[in-house]
């Protein structure tokens, strides 16, 4: 399995800023995956991240509202743009375990734009 | 492409009633399948998975099993507990897909003393 621990845990943020979501892994892992959890709703995907390449965005995702870096196996970041109360949702990211097969996933960040 | 429904909630339970959670699932491959539990405030743990026909899926006396020819993977628990309030999801990961994962719609389990 991967242990994912995400920073921070709840931001209540102004609209029109922006808010850097930190994703933390404690074992190499060649994929990860960053999801918007809707109030009451399921999760999306919004984009794939893999070390060393850009990132992968879902239809109705792109990287000007939701840049992701990933600058080595273990880290990764997702910065919401621009936020308006829209973008209020939990965010989550998630890895593969070592045998690829099964995601795990982070604790979430809690996101509420005022 | 994937996709995953799963019965609509709340489902509304006593306590030491049976559970049952329908997943019906529509993929191109051949997918692994998996049930997730968000309790309230949490992210999403992993709670059991199939891999492949006919495998079950078990734990903490939650059972599933991949269903090829009905194309489904309905968690079951014979007597749950006040504890398993939570929300279930019902996914799947296609490995021509990246392993990506496809969620349903999530179900929502309100268990009562």
């Known amino acids: 399995s991967a242990v994912i621990s995400q920073k921070p845990s709840r931001d209540i943020c102004q609209r029109g800023t922006s808010l850097t979501i930190q994703c933390q892994v404690d074992s190499q892992v060649t994929m990860m995956f960053w999801y918007r959890q809707q109030p009451g709703q399921s999760l999306t995907l919004i984009a794939t991240a893999n070390q060393g390449s850009e990132a992968t965005y879902e239809s109705g995702f792109v990287i000007d509202k939701f840049p992701i870096s990933r600058p080595n196996l273990t880290f990764s970041t997702l910065t919401v743009s621009n936020m308006s109360p829209e973008d209020s949702s939990i965010y989550l990211c998630?890895?593969?375990?070592?045998?690829?097969?099964?995601?795990?996933f982070g604790p979430g960040t809690r996101l509420l734009v005022l | 492409g994937d996709s995953v429904t799963q019965m609509e909630g709340p489902v509304t339970l006593s306590e030491e009633a049976c559970l049952t959670i329908n997943c019906t699932y529509t993929a191109t491959g051949y997918p692994s399948l998996f049930w997730y539990v968000q309790y309230p405030g949490e992210g999403l743990q992993l709670l059991l998975k199939?891999?492949?026909?006919?495998d079950k899926g078990s734990n903490k006396g939650f059972e599933a099993t991949y269903r090829k020819e009905t194309t489904s993977f309905h968690l079951e628990k014979g007597s749950v507990q006040v504890s398993d309030s939570a929300v279930y999801f019902c996914a799947l990961s296609d490995k021509a897909a990246g392993n990506k994962l496809t969620f349903g719609g999530g179900t929502r389990v309100l268990v009562k003393p």
């Open positions: 998630s890895a593969n375990g070592g045998n690829q097969e099964t995601q795990y």
């Open positions: 199939a891999t492949k026909a006919d």
